[in-house]
């Protein structure tokens, strides 16, 4: 159910005329070419049933695409349960204006039994489409460019300072806007805390653990251990690659790329929204 109700990273496509027009070709093209379902025994002009049927298809979409338009708008962010539902009762709204100009054109009487039966095919094969597109889609889009599907919260955090203690007697505490931080790197018996300033990554080395870090920054949910040796601010992730072995961060301006071990990706993966 997490899943579900993750964000959906594609918008809308700008090219939804373009589709409209492919749909209703590969329908056409299917019913004149491979002539399906008995499609081959009718005697009048298949050119043209097969163009009805592509015109069909082609308004079916193309009013279907004015009602997605208004629902993504309604309802925000767009959620991957909202595109496998919409995808669902495009194929659905679709299947039934076809199967009612079938009806019409071959003569062929409605029942109750024959339109579930259609109603169960079609949902079967919708499914079917609906999960093979959205996952394929999601997860290629999760392999490269996790970060944008990261729910971030910088600008709530814009005013918070956090301070990060050092353990010698006469340590200095590092003080900074949370915002600033990016990573810190667990190095024997010290972390190095790099962070922005000025406009310039700098890093400063503290005498402490990466558990009391994370102690210290344990409020604040984008703050996350990625690996044993390193922990990073979520927000100020701009690149992220990999599968589920593990992951590569780029924060920023920053040279150093963050790994994140393949103990940690379901954890990471439990960040986005």
């Given at each position: 159910m997490s899943f579900l109700t993750r964000k959906y990273p594609f918008p809308l496509s700008s090219h939804w005329l373009r589709d409209c027009v492919v749909y209703s070709a590969i329908v056409f093209l299917i019913l004149y070419l491979l002539q399906p379902f008995g499609f081959s025994m009718y005697g009048g002009s298949k050119l043209l049933v097969s163009l009805l049927f592509g015109a069909v298809t082609f308004a079916c979409c193309l009013v279907y695409g004015y009602v997605e338009r208004f629902l993504r708008q309604f309802f925000k962010p767009w959620r991957i349960w909202h595109e496998a539902m919409s995808i669902l009762l495009m194929i659905l709204w679709i299947s039934i204006c076809n199967f009612l100009v079938f009806s019409w054109v071959f003569h062929y009487p409605i029942t109750g039994l024959l339109f579930l039966m259609f109603l169960y095919w079609t949902?079967?094969?919708?499914?079917?489409?609906?999960?093979?597109?959205?996952?394929?889609?999601?997860?290629?889009?999760?392999?490269?460019?996790?970060?944008?599907?990261?729910?971030?919260?910088?600008?709530?955090?814009?005013?918070?300072?956090?301070?990060?203690?050092?353990?010698?007697?006469?340590?200095?505490?590092?003080?900074?806007?949370?915002?600033?931080?990016?990573?810190i790197e667990a190095q024997k018996n010290n972390v190095a805390v790099n962070y922005v300033?000025?406009?310039?990554?700098?890093?400063?080395?503290?005498?402490?653990?990466?558990?009391?870090?994370?102690?210290?920054?344990?409020?604040?949910?984008?703050?996350?251990?990625?690996?044993?040796?390193?922990?990073?601010?979520?927000?100020?992730?701009?690149?992220?690659?990999?599968?589920?072995?593990?992951?590569?961060?780029?924060?920023?301006?920053?040279?150093?790329?963050?790994?994140?071990?393949?103990?940690?990706?379901?954890?990471?993966?439990?960040?986005?929204?």
């Open positions: 949902l079967v094969i919708g499914v079917f489409i609906t999960v093979f597109s959205v996952g394929l889609n999601y997860h290629r889009h999760l392999r490269n460019q996790l970060e944008t599907l990261l729910d971030k919260t910088t600008e709530e955090q814009a005013d918070i300072t956090v301070t990060i203690h050092d353990t010698n007697v006469r340590g200095n505490d590092l003080q900074l806007s949370i915002n600033d931080l990016l990573y300033k000025d406009g310039m990554v700098v890093s400063q080395e503290l005498h402490t653990t990466l558990a009391a870090v994370l102690d210290d920054l344990q409020a604040y949910a984008n703050i996350f251990q990625c690996h044993r040796s390193f922990v990073v601010n979520l927000n100020n992730i701009t690149s992220a690659q990999g599968n589920s072995n593990g992951y590569q961060l780029k924060l920023g301006q920053c040279p150093t790329i963050v790994p994140v071990s393949r103990t940690y990706v379901p954890k990471l993966r439990s960040f986005i929204a």
